[in-house]
T-cell receptor, first 113, second 112 residues
Framework: DAKTTQPPSMDCAEGRAANLPCNHSTISGNEYVYWYRQIHSQGPQYIIHGLKNNETNEMASLIITEDRKSSTLILPHATLRDTAVYYCIVRVHSNFGNEKLTFGTGTRLTIIP | KAGVTQTPRYLIKTRGQQVTLSCSPISGHRSVSWYQQTPGQGLQFLFEYFSETQRNKGNFPGRFSGRQFSNSRSEMNVSTLELGDSALYLC???????????FGQGTRLTVV
């Protein structure tokens, strides 16, 4: 799986959009970009994933650059509950299981009241 | 629907003992993965099971083993515990071919 690079920490004011960048310059054509977050002492939570088109769900939006070498996770209206470590992961899909997820160090996002 | 259930939530063991952790996946999920999380190493993949077969294994010593039962429930075992095995052990399940993983709350193991 390709490696990802994320800033170690970010702050965002409550109510504003939080934009979390991820660099995956060595991503291959069949690798998807996944985002998970982990709130303190809980298991990671799936947020969103995409291949090359921008994606949106009830939690967030994922913007992937045209060359697919980087992406941005957007939390449109950050709340205090969004304070967590956010992980960007790239991986292929499999029909036979989830296979291993390679977590980096992630970005520690702090929402400031 | 019920999420991924891990038992026990907390465990204290002595060096040299062995431990078995349990994971019940979301109903219908056949893929179960295990991860170890420590402050120093972060989240590291242990192994993954699909239909009772281990399909992937991470870079851990043979003291770490696992299995999956026909109802998709999984157990992992750590023998001859070392202080460095103290960690949060996380289990994740997924519905193939969809591949987002749903994690349990974890079992926090402390080895003294």
């Amino acid at each position: 799986d390709a490696k990802t690079t994320q800033p170690p920490s970010m702050d965002c004011a409550e109510g504003r959009a939080a934009n979390l960048p991820c660099n995956h310059s060595t991503i291959s054509g069949n690798e998807y970009v996944y985002w998970y977050r982990q709130i303190h002492s809980q298991g990671p939570q799936y947020i969103i994933h995409g291949l090359k088109n921008n994606e949106t769900n009830e939690m967030a939006s994922l913007i992937i650059t045209e060359d697919r070498k980087s992406s941005t996770l957007i939390l449109p209206h950050a709340t205090l509950r969004d304070t967590a470590v956010y992980y960007c992961i790239v991986r292929v899909h499999s029909n036979f299981g989830n296979e291993k997820l390679t977590f980096g160090t992630g970005t520690r996002l702090t929402i400031i009241p | 629907k019920a999420g991924v259930t891990q038992t026990p939530r907390y465990l204290i063991k002595t060096r040299g003992q062995q431990v078995t952790l349990s994971c019940s996946p979301i109903s219908g999920h056949r893929s179960v993965s295990w991860y170890q999380q420590t402050p120093g190493q972060g989240l590291q993949f242990l192994f993954e099971y699909f239909s009772e077969t281990q399909r992937n294994k991470g870079n851990f010593p043979g003291r770490f083993s696992g299995r999956q039962f026909s109802n998709s429930r999984s157990e992992m075992n750590v023998s001859t515990l070392e202080l460095g095995d103290s960690a949060l052990y996380l289990c994740a399940s997924s519905l193939v071919p969809q591949t987002e993983a749903f994690f349990g709350q974890g079992t926090r193991l402390t080895v003294v």
